[in-house]
């Protein structure tokens, strides 16, 4: 059975060596504490608590699944008794204001615990995850009665959070919102709807579950603008925060899904469930975007997490599994066979999987640390430090969540292969990374949305381009000092050079297109955002590699030379096995638009 172990000497290398998160920390108003010392200890801890306690409940809890009974949701064996360590070591507070209770330490702390907690349990790590989203939405746009009343109780652990967007009728359209809020004489609002997919919506892990809720007002403009947020308890709450008789919310039905079995995905049915305004009114989708972008960064970890996991099922099967002898000569004379790894195209599998989990980490780790930014804005109340990281985070966010869920599904499907026939087999839990890293691509905006964001939004629309020059500025700082190195590393520097330059005038020339062609975005994003990913990706291995080449020519590293080779290696590796893919994925966003748009609707079906 696949047994899960924390990758702590990569993180530390990220944190400590390639990214100098001392130094960063170092520029936060919230970074004193977060020494290196305690950020290895935390690491420590987090990692004790995902291999020993989470790890070992994530193949049962997959085969028991959540269980909807006379209106009363159960959790599978052993997740009560695992979310009550949890709480009970404080984890859901670590990089939350100490105000409310929370530790206080930066939100990439969160982030790097995440995606342990997410790899070694995917599907137990959604219960406190989605309340991140619930406790930042509220730092930002709560009034401080919800604040008093609600955040103490999130930070802590005791309460968890849910966002409740979908409907029926709509899925990323959420023009078509139907649910209806009444105004109440008390200030409050009586809310009736239907929102399902809602993930961690109904549970006995916790006293309470905070739901934050879309819906209309009465009189309220039709589409988007008549949109507005509310908070909504499972049980009535008091002005001291005492839980009182259960609200006029219930689960209408659990979903049967593909994956992630032991997560709770709910149907939720208000019925007059009293409820609190969050932030304006017809305002509320500008609110919930501080939700759903908490979730989309925790979601591009979750194609890490199955990156990894799936790598470090894959590996001891390919070291140990003896099949056939070795095109260059046997390598295992003493053996019936040679094993696996000893096949090239079962070594480009595991060095596929290799490089998205380590470059995915590396891109998930460098967006953290605008993410640290823009969370200590939001605690010191600064709106136009928060709008500026705010939109620097943006660029990375829809091709986070985008290429790297796409990524990390082709590395759990990838993880299968090297198993053969056995990866189909679920006791060696191959299959079930692979169900449950299929959400990823679909939940918070599918690829496609997450493209029509990068492309349309946020490089059209609000930049003309220049989030992508800004980037490929920091990817020119990397590269200039090797640019004349007749070095393996010189010659990686100046190919990550010239799709530098690509990326710019694909950009360019999508522009120019787009204004002749209205049709042009929504056939070239989905390419855009994979060229993106793949050169952004590119971008992190040519910073590992560098700083490992640097760290192995000093002596001063803090890891192996083998560790560092290894890293080289992988860099060398995805340039030129994975690399060029983002040549196909040029052309094709250059491609007509007639070729998707030119065939009649009566000619798809010809039966």
């Given amino acids: 059975m696949l047994q899960y172990k924390a990758p702590l000497r990569d993180m530390r290398f990220l944190i400590n060596e390639v990214l100098d998160y001392p130094q960063h920390y170092g520029t936060l108003s919230n970074g004193a504490d977060a020494t290196p010392e305690m950020v290895d200890a935390i690491l420590e801890g987090a990692a004790t608590l995902c291999e020993e306690v989470l790890a070992p409940l994530n193949a049962s809890g997959d085969k028991e699944g959540c269980q909807l009974n006379d209106g009363v949701v159960t959790t599978p064996k052993g997740f009560k008794e695992a979310y009550a360590e949890f709480i009970a070591g404080g984890w859901q507070g670590l990089s939350f204001p100490v105000e409310y209770g929370g530790q206080g330490l930066p939100m990439s702390l969160n982030l790097m615990k995440s995606e342990m907690m997410g790899a070694a349990n995917w599907s137990f790590n959604m219960y406190p995850g989605l309340s991140i989203g619930c406790i930042n939405t509220l730092l930002q746009y709560g009034t401080d009665a919800i604040k008093t009343v609600y955040l103490p ?74 949109i507005s947020l509310f908070v909504v308890p499972k049980f009535a709450v008091a002005a001291d925060g005492t839980v009182g008789d259960r609200n006029g919310v219930n689960t209408g039905s659990l979903e049967h899904k593909m994956g992630i079995a032991a997560n709770a995905t709910a149907v939720l049915n208000f019925d007059g469930a009293i409820g609190t305004l969050i932030g304006e009114p017809n305002k509320g989708l500008e609110a919930m975007f501080t939700f759903m972008n908490t979730a989309r960064i925790g979601t591009a970890i979750q194609g890490v997490a199955h990156a990894e996991l799936s790598f470090q099922g894959a590996l001891p099967y390919a070291q140990e599994r003896r099949s056939m002898r070795a095109l260059s000569g046997k390598k295992e004379p003493e053996q019936v066979a040679d094993a696996l790894i000893w096949h090239p195209d079962v070594r480009r599998m595991l060095l596929t999987q290799k490089a998205i989990a380590e470059g995915g980490r590396a891109m998930v780790y460098g967006a953290s640390k605008i993410a640290d930014k823009m969370f200590n804005a939001v605690t ?46 679920g006791e060696h839990g191959m299959e079930q990374i692979a169900r449950d890293a299929r959400i990823s691509t679909l939940y918070e905006g599918t690829t496609g949305i997450q493209a029509l964001d990068l492309l349309g939004r946020k490089v059209l629309l609000n930049t003309k381009g220049k989030c992508v020059r800004d980037f490929s500025a920091t990817m020119l700082r990397l590269i200039k000092p090797y640019s004349l190195q007749r070095t393996p590393m010189g010659q990686m520097m100046r190919t990550l050079a010239r799709r530098t330059a690509q990326w710019n005038v694909l950009t360019t020339l999508i522009m120019l297109r787009a204004s002749k062609d209205r049709e042009q975005v929504g056939s070239s994003s989905v390419d855009y955002l994979m060229y993106s990913g793949f050169v952004m990706m590119a971008y992190f291995w040519a910073l590992q590699a560098s700083k490992a080449a640097e760290l192995l020519a000093s002596g001063k590293g803090k890891e192996s030379n083998d560790f560092y080779t290894a890293k080289i290696q992988t860099a060398e590796f995805y340039f030129a096995r994975l690399l060029p893919r983002a040549d196909g994925h040029y052309s094709a966003a250059l491609a007509p638009t007639s070729a998707v748009m030119q065939m009649p609707q009566e000619l798809f079906q010809m039966a």
């Fill in 380 to 425: 010191e109340g600064d709106q136009a430090k928060y709008k500026k990281y705010d939109d620097e985070l943006g660029f990375y966010t829809p091709i986070l969540k985008g290429f790297l869920t796409e990524m990390g599904l082709e590395a759990a499907n990838l993880g299968i292969q090297v198993f053969g026939g056995h990866g189909y087999i």
């Fill in 153 to 226: 109780r999130l930070v802590a652990g005791e309460w968890t959070g849910t966002m409740c967007l979908t409907e029926p009728q709509c899925g990323t359209d959420l023009a078509q919102v139907k649910t209806r809020a009444e105004p109440q004489a008390d200030g409050t609002y009586a809310l009736t709807g239907t929102k399902i997919f809602i993930s961690s919506g109904d549970h006995d892990l916790a006293k309470n579950i905070v739901h934050i809720v879309l819906a209309r007002l009465p009189g309220a403009p039709e589409g988007t603008r008549g």
